[in-house]
Nanobody, 115 residues
Framework: VQLVESGGGLVQPGGSLRLSCAAS????????MSWYRQAPGKARELVAT????????NYADSVKGRFTISRDNAKNTVILQMNSLKPEDTAVYYC?????????WGQGTQVTVSS
């Protein structure tokens, strides 16, 4: 199983970023996928989850209405579209899959929201 995130960077408050997670090594279309984030000195927290078909999504209260999770099962990719970014969204963002009773994580991508 391999998960590779991309798309992070530095953005001003109110701006947008689009994160991607490319998955391989498992049947992507059969598994729910999640995005997490971890800010300096804080615990890793769940940001959003999408079901295997994409028909169901869930979000942390802190990002509802601003972030959108989606997936392309033909491309084995999960996307996190982040709009109206705030300084408190600054963190390393990770995608995750629970596969055969084990959590697999990507290496993470840094998102920094600052003026």
């Amino acid at each position: 199983v391999q998960l590779v995130e991309s798309g992070g960077g530095l953005v001003q408050p109110g701006g947008s970023l689009r994160l991607s997670c490319a998955a391989s090594g498992f049947t992507f279309s059969m598994f729910d996928m999640s995005w997490y984030r971890q800010a300096p000195g804080k615990a890793r927290e769940l940001v959003a989850t999408i079901s295997s078909t994409g028909g169901s999504t869930n979000y942390a209260d802190s990002v509802k209405g601003r972030f959108t999770i989606s997936r392309d099962n033909a491309k084995n990719t999960v996307i996190l579209q982040m709009n109206s970014l705030k300084p408190e969204d600054t963190a390393v963002y990770y995608c995750k899959v629970l596969y055969r009773r084990r959590d697999y994580w990507g290496q993470g991508t840094q998102v920094t929201v600052s003026s």
